[in-house]
């Protein structure tokens, strides 16, 4: 179950995706194009977003924006938007324009940020989001 709220603080959806069988079922898909896809839409236009998963242990923040297996997530899912876009903009554009993408996988575990693409960076006490690897 994801549910989602905008900046009033008011719940505007929820999605569900217990039983494959129910017509209400949620799929990676739909989650993406529910909230994935205006994140990424908005960091086109240079606004800086971040994109929260937050819950109980079990409660499906992984599978939502990591995924298992072939049911990939939202960050996956994000990433081949923003290579396909870029080898769209290559070929239609007058070749002015030129991107650069940096990427950074954090947790915040126990209220403590830790940087999982070098895990020796870490220090007891957590890291300040600055020094994360990119
Ligand atoms: N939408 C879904 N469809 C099918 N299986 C799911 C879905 N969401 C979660 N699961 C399954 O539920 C289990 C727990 O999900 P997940 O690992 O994403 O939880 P989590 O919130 O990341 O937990 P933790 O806080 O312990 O890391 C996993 O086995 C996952 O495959
Ligand atoms: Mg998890």
Same mark, same amino acid.
């Given at each position: 179950? =994801? ?11 929820? %999605? ?5 069988? $129910?017509?209400?079922? *949620? @799929?990676?898909? $739909?989650?993406?194009? $529910? ?5 990424? +839409?908005? *960091? ?8 929260? *998963? ?7 923040? %992984?599978?939502?924006? &990591?995924?298992?297996?072939? +049911?990939?997530? /939202? &960050? ?5 938007? =923003?290579?396909?876009? =870029? !080898?769209?903009? $290559?070929?239609?554009? +007058?070749?002015?324009? @030129?991107?650069?993408?940096? *990427?950074?996988? =954090?947790? /915040?575990?126990? !209220?403590? &940020?830790? +940087?999982?693409?070098?895990? %020796? ?10 020094? /994360?690897?990119?």
């Amino acid at each position: 179950m =994801i549910i989602a709220s905008n900046s009033e603080n008011c719940f505007s959806l929820s %999605s569900w995706s217990h039983n494959k069988e $129910d017509p209400h079922f *949620a @799929t990676q898909q $739909d989650v993406f194009n $529910d909230l994935g896809q205006s994140c990424l +839409d908005n *960091a086109w236009k240079g606004y800086n977003v971040s994109l929260f *998963a937050y819950g109980q242990t079990g409660s499906g923040k %992984s599978y939502s924006m &990591v995924g298992y297996g072939e +049911d990939i997530g /939202i &960050v996956p899912m994000m990433c081949k938007e =923003i290579f396909r876009r =870029i !080898e769209e903009q $290559d070929k239609t554009g +007058d070749g002015s324009v @030129t991107f650069r993408v940096d *990427a950074s996988m =954090i947790e /915040i575990y126990n !209220e403590q &940020v830790r +940087d999982l693409f070098n895990p %020796s960076n870490n220090k007891p006490g957590g890291l300040e989001v600055c020094l /994360i690897t990119k």
